[in-house]
């Protein structure tokens, strides 16, 4: 939550990735792998980075099939 707070209540995209980037995620916990997921493609696309935002997205769409938060974030992105 607290790097999440960094998007929504800092809006820094940037502080937001490089937090990620360093934080280790559970490989047995989907719902983590999840907010994770669409966190780092909503900090993507904050920096102008919606290629890599909608690659993010395709990812997790391949872990977590049919997932209608997923795909309305996809749909943003177009």
Same mark, same amino acid.
């Given at each position: 939550?607290?790097?999440?707070?960094?998007?929504?209540?800092?809006?820094?995209? !940037? $502080? %937001?990735?490089? &937090?990620? /980037?360093?934080?280790?995620?559970?490989?047995?916990?989907?719902?983590?792998?999840?907010?994770?997921?669409?966190?780092?493609?909503?900090?993507? !696309? $904050? %920096?102008?980075? &919606?290629? /890599?935002?909608?690659?993010?997205?395709s990812a997790l769409l391949e872990q977590f099939p049919g997932?209608?938060?997923?795909?309305?974030?996809?749909?943003?992105?177009?």
């Open positions: 939550m607290g790097i999440e707070s960094m998007l929504v209540d800092r809006n820094d995209p !940037a $502080a %937001t990735l490089n &937090a990620l /980037s360093g934080f280790r995620l559970p490989e047995d916990d989907r719902g983590l792998r999840l907010r994770v997921g669409i966190l780092t493609a909503d900090a993507l !696309a $904050a %920096t102008g980075l &919606a290629d /890599s935002a909608r690659a993010t997205l997932n209608q938060r997923i795909e309305a974030k996809m749909a943003e992105l177009r």
